[in-house]
Nanobody, 115 residues
Framework: QVQLVESGGGLVQPGDSLRLSCATS????????MSWYRQAPGKERELVAT???????YYADSVKGRFTISRDTAKNTVYLQMNSLKPEDTAVYYC?????????WGQGTQVTVSS
C-alpha cells in the first residue's frame, strides 16, 4: 500500500523557517521524482519544488533562494526546508511522487505565515 505522510507544518511568523517532511512507503522511492505542491484558499494547486531521482532540482520562481528540497533515500523521505517565510506562502503543502504513469499524493500539511 502506497503511503505519503507529510508533517512539519504549523503557524509561524514572517521571516521564520519550517522544515516539512514527507515519509513514504509502498513504492520504490529511489526511482520516483518527488515534488512539493501547495494550494492556497481559492487558488489552484501549484508546483513548489521537484527533486528528480538523480537529485537535480527545480523551484518555482516565488520560492527560489528561500526553499530547498532534498531527499533521503535511506529513509524514503523527502524534505522541504522553507526559510524567510512570507504570508503569501500560506497554503496546504502536498507531497507528490511520480514516475512514468504513476502519481501518488499525500494528505497535505497546513502552513500558515502570519504576524
Amino acid at each position: 500500500q502506497v503511503q505519503l505522510v507529510e508533517s512539519g507544518g504549523g503557524l509561524v511568523q514572517p521571516g521564520d523557517s519550517l522544515r516539512l517532511s514527507c515519509a513514504t512507503s509502498g513504492f520504490t522511492f529511489a526511482t520516483y521524482h518527488m515534488s512539493w505542491y501547495r494550494q492556497a484558499p481559492g487558488k489552484e494547486r501549484e508546483l513548489v519544488a521537484t527533486i528528480i531521482s538523480g537529485s537535480s532540482t527545480y523551484y518555482a520562481d516565488s520560492v527560489k533562494g528561500r526553499f530547498t528540497i532534498s531527499r533521503d533515500t535511506a529513509k524514503n523521505t523527502v524534505y522541504l526546508q522553507m526559510n524567510s517565510l512570507k504570508p503569501e506562502d500560506t497554503a496546504v503543502y502536498y507531497c507528490n511522487a511520480f514516475y512514468l504513469s504513476n502519481s501518488y499524493w499525500g494528505q497535505g500539511t497546513q502552513v500558515t505565515v502570519s504576524s
